[in-house]
């Protein structure tokens, strides 16, 4: 629980020194020398970075993630051009049609809040004979540690922001509920899988209204047998959102 009396650059600091990926080189006296620290997002997040030179480097994970390619990136014989293109369109997910704010830049903010989406549309001119086109979205936003409850409310009576809660109770051996929250509509499919990764229960598949869910476990798979002790795994998908979390099966 963070001091209250501590402002909200201290607790930013302290969340991104214990998350993200160091990429580090030899100092020359036998250790190493963070030269750059990434922060990728939840979802796909692509990043690369020019400091490690053609030595030895090492990435350092200080949290949970994944690495799925590390290459080189080869340097274009000729310097990049780049053409703004023009925004016909935007459309936010809870807020309608956003583009005025968007391309005015009057100060008028957007705010997109987990569970919130943005659809951009853009005017793309046809490309040269023998150029190539690369796109590059450039997004201005505020990083905050302030992150609200799963269950917090809108004033509607809607959560904030998708959500997969604990379940309860955990560990359990008869039976466990499992809530999930949905701030806007969406097909769920809630699975349960065993340590080897194998599917033992399909709890949920379908669309769902937005609001506050709860379901039940009877530590039964499809055929109803019983599921024996150990440790499983409850996977959500909402949509584009996803998350995990961890059940313990006793002895009955």
Known sequence: IADPQLGTSSVDADILAGSGIQIQVPDGAGGWLTVAHRYPREHLSGFSTEEVGHGPCRLVFLGTHRVDFVGRLAVAPEAMTTLPLSLLEARHSRAGDVRGPLVAGDGVTVQVVPGDTVALAFQAPAVGSGLVRDLFLVSLGVYSSTRPPAFAQR???LPVR???EPNQPNPFAGETTIRFA??????VRLEVFDPQGRRVGLLADGEFPPGHH????NRRDPEGR???PGVYVCAL???TFHERR???????
């Open 214 to 217: 709860a379901v039940q476990w």
């Open 162 to 164: 998708f959500a997969l």
């Open 182 to 187: 949905l701030p806007t509509a969406a097909r």
């Open 226 to 228: 019983v599921v024996r």
């Open 237 to 239: 998908r909402a949509g």
């Open 246 to 252: 961890k059940m313990v099966v006793l002895p009955q």
């Open 155 to 157: 004033e509607s009576g």
